[in-house]
């Protein structure tokens, strides 16, 4: 059975920066996509970032490229959300998700994703 256990999130001023974690657990194979979404009251899941486990490939929403960066630890199992330059706009609870896929494509509808963690908070101060 997946886990998917997030940790890292908390408060941090705009500008500064955050890393969340997710350890995963429970995967069968290397054949699986591993992504971040956040989620504020009333609104849909929304799509942050995503990275293919067995090539690394990443991909990214327009709305955190270039201040966001994903990436994997396979000796951990775990995935990493590194936050930087965050805004009052990065509020919200941020969740890791998995799915599995033989395919080098990218999923970024929460519905594709079969695998969920609790979620973490984090909120951005000004």
Not at 70 to 88: C, E, F, G, H
Not at 89 to 113: H, I, M, N, W
């Amino acid at each position: 059975q997946v886990q998917l256990v997030e940790s890292g999130g908390g408060l941090v001023q705009v500008g500064g920066s955050l890393r969340l974690s997710c350890a995963a657990s429970g995967h069968t194979s290397n054949n699986y996509v591993t992504a971040w979404f956040r989620q504020t009251p009333g609104k849909e899941r929304e799509f942050v970032a995503t990275v293919i486990w067995s090539n690394g490939w990443t991909s990214y929403a327009d709305t955190v490229k270039g201040r966001f960066t994903i990436s994997r630890d396979a000796a951990k199992n775990t995935i990493y959300l590194q936050m930087n330059s965050v805004k009052p706009e990065d509020t919200a609870v941020y969740y890791c998700a998995s799915k599995y896929s033989v395919l080098f494509r990218f999923y970024r509808g929460p519905q594709d994703y079969a695998h969920w963690g609790q979620g973490t908070q984090v909120t951005v101060s000004s």
